[in-house]
Structures are given as structure tokens and as C-alpha cells.
């Protein structure tokens, strides 16, 4: 099995999330479902320097089809969102502001209408150790109707039917937590929008932009 155009996705993923400052050293993982495997970045190798041959091919039950290196530590994570959904890219990412605001809410509130990109207000998934089946439990249940999630004092996840657009979201996400983590630092009651709005807002974003004509 070669699927070297998804390994080099991963890799490109990577060095984006790596540059862009939404993760830190080596922190961080990304994945692609591709019928029954994933293809997942290896554990702990540095952004610039890996190759897509360093990312490896899985079966939906975590073992190795074609891999040189370990997986990632969060291999059960990506399964358990591959297995209890329809998305086919997950992202990990360790970016500030949301690292932050998952250490002091439960979810973070509609506060900025762009929460209607992650299906509402995104849920912090509990605190576990990094790497463990329960981490991956409580990330598969907060993702529950969202394609975004925190991780309690860890990170944030996203998730979605292709990579590049998952990883379009990334950045979003880190806006909305930092845009929250700021009002909240006025200490003044911080406005929130209702689920109303947010679903109308969402029905716009759908055609936000330019739009295809479907005439060509
Ligand atoms: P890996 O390098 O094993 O993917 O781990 C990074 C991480 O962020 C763990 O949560």
C-alpha cells in the first residue's frame, strides 16, 4: 500500500501547523482515513526534518500495514474519532490560546459568531493522560456533533472530511479561544450568542464567499 500523496499531505500538515506556532517542538499529530486505514504521523520526529516515508499506514485497529516508525502516541485517538464518526482528517494541535481556555472552561462559548464553523459552542473533552484510551474516549464524545474540540489541559483537536479544509479551521479555532480568553480577562460579563443565531450563522457561512456558478 503506497498512498505517498496522503503521506506527504501529513507531512505538509505538519511543518504548516510547526510554523504557524499551533503547536510546539514535536507536539501534535495528524491523520487521514483512507477507506480502512489511516495514514498517521510518526511519533516524536521533528517537523522540518520528516519525510513521507517516515508516515505510517495503520488498520482501523491500530496495527502497522506499512510503517518504519512508531505512530503516533495518539493513535488510539485518532481511531476512536474515525470509529465514531464520518470524519476522514483529524488534527492535534497544541496552540496557545486554546491550550489555555481549556484549563479554565468546560466549553467555549458562542462569544464570536465564527463558533458556528464547529457546529456550536465546542466542548472541552476531560483531562487525561496523554496517549491513554480514555483520552481518546472523552475527545470522541466532545467531538459529538462538532468537527473541533479542546482537550482539558492539553490541546485542541479538529476533525472533518479532508485535510486541507481541517486544517483551514485550525487557525480559526485558535482566533475564537483567544477572542474568549481576552474578554474574559476584562473581567465584564462576556456576551454570548444564542443557538439561534448561531445556527443562521452557520446556514450563511455555507455560502460565504465566492461560490462556485456550477456553469463552466
Ligand atoms: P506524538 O509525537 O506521539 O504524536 O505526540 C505528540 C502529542 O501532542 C501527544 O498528545
Keep these: ?15 504548516y501547523l510547526s510554523r504557524s506556532g499551533l503547536v510546539v517542538g514535536t507536539a501534535g499529530n495528524v491523520s487521514i482515513r483512507v477507506d480502512d486505514v489511516l495514514v498517521i504521523s510518526p511519533s516524536g520526529v521533528d517537523y522540518e526534518a520528516m519525510s513521507a516515508r517516515d508516515v505510517g499506514i495503520h ?19 485518532h ?27 468546560d466549553e ?4 464570536h459568531y465564527y463558533s458556528a464553523l464547529f457546529g456550536g459552542p465546542v466542548r472541552v473533552a476531560p483531562y487525561a493522560t496523554f496517549g491513554t484510551q480514555q483520552l481518546a474516549d472523552n ?10 474540540a479542546l482537550m482539558g489541559n492539553h490541546g485542541a483537536v479538529l476533525a472533518g472530511a ?14 475564537v479561544c ?9 473581567g465584564a460579563p462576556v456576551r454570548v450568542l444564542d443557538d439561534a443565531e448561531i445556527a443562521e450563522v ?15
Design 59 to 77: 488498520d482501523l485497529d491500530g496495527n502497522a500495514v506499512d510503517a518504519v516508525l512508531a505512530p503516533s502516541s495518539e493513535l488510539a485517538l
Design 108 to 111: 467555549v462559548p458562542a462569544s
Design 178 to 186: 483567544d477572542v474568549q480568553l481576552r474578554a474574559m480577562a476584562t
Design 139 to 148: 475527545v470522541s464524545a466532545a467531538l459529538r456533533g462538532r468537527n473541533a
Design 79 to 105: 481511531l476512536a474519532v474515525y470509529r465514531s464518526s464520518e470524519h476522514t482528517a483529524v488534527v492535534h494541535t497544541h496552540a496557545p490560546a486554546s491550550t489555555a481556555l481549556s484549563t479554565v472552561v
Design 162 to 175: 479532508a485535510l486541507p479544509k481541517v486544517l483551514n479551521l485550525v487557525p480559526y479555532l485558535e482566533y
Design 1 to 15: 500500500m503506497k498512498l505517498e500523496e496522503q503521506r506527504q499531505q501529513v507531512v505538509d500538515a505538519c511543518r
Design 202 to 216: 452557520g446556514r450563511l457561512l455555507s455560502g460565504y464567499g465566492q461560490q462556485a456558478s456550477g456553469k463552466d
